[in-house]
């Protein structure tokens, strides 16, 4: 399968409609965050929602790198970092 042939794969929808790369990556994070709530084991459980927390990240990545977003260094931890107080001379 050539890449842009898995691009476009990975980038459609179910009923072959163009999605934002990000939304995909939300997506995945649903799932990681429903297969959280329904572990049983601690372990197991901390593990999906790991992968959530991952999956969120690479999707606020993506639309930094989409140009929908300030650029990272805007962003710490998902939240805007508050404005530094400037020092006057």
């Known amino acids: 399968m050539a890449l842009s042939d898995c691009l476009r794969f990975f980038c459609t929808g179910q009923e072959g409609l163009s999605m934002k ?32 927390e991952s999956w969120r990240a690479l999707a606020r990545e993506q639309d930094w790198l989409d140009g929908e977003i300030a650029p990272v260094d805007a962003f710490r931890f998902g939240r805007p970092v508050r404005a530094r107080p400037s020092h006057a001379a």
């Open 21 to 52: 790369r990000s939304q995909l990556l939300l997506d995945n994070a649903v799932i990681c965050s429903k297969l959280a709530r329904r572990s049983t084991d601690k372990q197991t459980k901390a593990l999906f929602k790991r992968m959530e």
